[in-house]
């Protein structure tokens, strides 16, 4: 089990660019259900920042254990932001409930505190699809993925996306034995109770357009975190990352500009 480290930053020969590199947190960069990091190009808008993206460990089934790997592959950061995707917002979360030292702030983007399947149906189709293997997991586990993961605005990004790529995007980065653990993870972890925890600035982003979420996840952490506030993009549906990375760095920069320039450390 390997959880491996991309590290990005900017690097300058101008002395005075990379003293305003050090006085800014390091983003921290939390992928999505399909493990794969942050690409490039959904990294440069925020060229400016020192950046970390991660891929997420195999075969892991609980969500506690993600955040374990988090903390360890970032222990070196006295001062960072967490931006986690989908399930990977739920990571972020996971952590930031523990209070570390170095969080100046979090935001999460299509995520969720609790599974947000709350239809009995659906959660036992989520519990048969991911025991799927070989091609039943490649023709029909992924492709029920991908369905749900499409929104009509998927085209009209800076990256337009589609269904097909949403599968592509899993068929190359998530094995099917870590695609059912990642959802027996989603189906087990519960930080509802756990949200007050968080004692740092959050945004959450939220696509104008998401099946898979549903408008109830964002209402509740909306209304656990204390310092939580949320942005909802037009015309975006849950994969915006990928289809709108400028519209959605813009948002998470407009709101890292909000932030303390000293970081203010939570109480233990």
């Keep these: 089990m390997t959880w491996t480290t991309y590290v990005t930053t900017h690097v300058s020969c101008n002395v005075s660019d990379m003293s305003t590199s050090a006085k800014n947190p390091t983003l921290v960069f939390i992928p999505c259900l399909s493990g794969a990091p942050w690409s490039a190009e959904q990294l440069a808008p925020y060229s400016e920042a020192p950046k970390r993206t991660l891929r997420l460990p195999e075969g892991v089934d609980d969500i506690e254990h993600y955040a374990d790997h988090l903390e360890s592959a970032i222990a070196d950061l006295d001062d960072y932001v967490l931006v986690g995707d989908s399930f990977g917002a ?83 980065n998530t094995p ?19 949200l007050d925890r968080v004692q740092v600035p959050t945004l959450i982003l939220t696509p104008s357009h998401d099946v898979l979420i549903g408008e109830n996840a964002s209402n509740v952490m909306l209304a656990g975190i204390p310092d939580a506030r949320e942005v909802v993009l037009p015309r975006t549906g849950h994969m915006f990352r990928f289809s709108h990375p400028v519209t959605y760095a813009a948002a998470v920069n407009d709101f890292l500009a909000t932030l303390p320039t000293i970081r203010q450390d939570a109480d233990a």
């Design 176 to 194: 099917a034995a870590s695609f059912g653990a990642r959802l027996r993870a989603v189906l087990t972890a519960d930080y509802t109770d756990a």
């Design 90 to 172: 739920n990571i972020a979360l996971a952590l930031a409930t523990r209070r570390p030292p170095g969080l100046r702030a979090l935001v999460m983007s299509g995520g969720f505190a609790a599974n947000p399947v709350d239809s009995k149906p659906w959660k036992a189709l989520m519990q048969a699809i991911g025991r799927a293997r070989g091609p039943l997991y490649q023709q029909l586990t992924l492709r029920a993925h991908a369905h749900r993961l499409t929104s009509p605005y998927d085209g009209e990004g800076q990256t337009p996306w589609s269904q097909a790529r949403s599968r592509e995007l899993f068929l190359a």
